[in-house]
């Protein structure tokens, strides 16, 4: 997905092998690393750990190397044309956000570091139309398949459903079918056929509605398993901390439960 004033691209290793931590419950183990950023672990869909919190200043350095692993396909599916660099005023753009008008969330791989960014997805309110916001999710090659852009996508929610956003815009290249049909089966709506597709969805929860899909039932399931979450990591936001060096910490992880299978490739 694109978002013009303001892309968003994701970071992260190019070989499957080197990404993820171990499947090993946490309770299995004594002691390990998490970030003294704010954010919270979350389990993927095939019990695959990875932390999600907002992007910081300090994650300039993963923005530019993970830049160079995604691929050229991805590349031109986010920006809607080749790009082989990002511009010091983007790059600024990316990591200087205010997480109200300019909301940007990624996600980390565990549990060793340098904490290899996986994806991200940020929302720009719209700002003649302050119930509108502009989406984009992005997730570098080798994470897609195990439902982290949904996950991504979930966070968004949320946040703009705290903000007032009752409205998400995203734009599409119609070659990238598999977001594409992802949107759709989530309950996203096409308002417009051009050269590219225009998506909307409502952040509104109306209980007399017409059946949702399977996926649709996933995704509002994952809404409820992110809430708790999500909702506490915000409360660090007022004071954050050094992000990139761990701490250890013992003991089991409180509102860290799994995401439900989605039909999403992302």
């Known amino acids: 997905m ?31 690393l998490t970030h003294k950023r704010p954010g919270f672990e979350f389990r993927l869909r095939d019990g695959r750990l990875v932390f999600l919190t907002p992007v910081l200043p300090e994650d ?4 530019e190397a993970a830049f160079e692993q995604l691929s050229d396909q991805s590349r031109v599916f986010r ?3 080749q790009r082989d660099r990002l511009s010091e005023e983007e790059i600024r ?3 200087q956000v205010d997480q109200v008008d300019h909301v940007a969330w990624c996600a980390l791989d565990l549990p060793d570091p340098p904490f290899d960014g996986l994806g991200s997805g940020r929302l720009i309110r719209d700002a003649s139309d302050p119930e509108t916001a502009e989406v984009a999710v992005t997730v570098i090659d080798a994470a897609q398949g195990y439902g982290l852009g949904t996950v991504l996508l979930a966070v968004l929610v949320l946040r703009a459903r705290m903000l007032g956003i009752s409205r998400m815009k995203a734009y599409v290249l119609p070659a990238n079918t598999v977001v594409v049909q992802w949107l759709k089966s989530l309950g996203w709506s096409t308002v417009r056929d051009e ?3 225009e998506f909307e ?7 007399i509605q017409a059946p949702q899909s399977p996926s649709r039932q996933r995704f509002e399931q994952l ?7 999500f909702t506490d990591s915000l409360n660090s936001l007022a004071n954050p901390r050094s992000s990139d060096s761990p701490t250890p910490v013992s003991g089991d992880l409180e509102g860290h439960v799994p995401a439900p299978e989605t039909d999403e490739a992302s």
């Open 2 to 32: 694109r978002l013009p004033r303001s892309p968003v691209v994701s970071w992260g290793r190019s070989s499957k092998d080197l990404l993820f931590g171990p499947l090993d419950p946490p309770e299995t183990r004594s002691e390990f």
């Open 93 to 95: 753009q990316f990591i």
């Open 60 to 63: 300039r350095l993963r923005l």
């Open 223 to 229: 809404l409820l398993e992110l809430q708790r979450p």
């Open 79 to 81: 920006f809607f044309r």
């Open 201 to 207: 969805f409502s952040t509104i929860s109306d209980p």
């Open 195 to 197: 050269d590219s597709l």
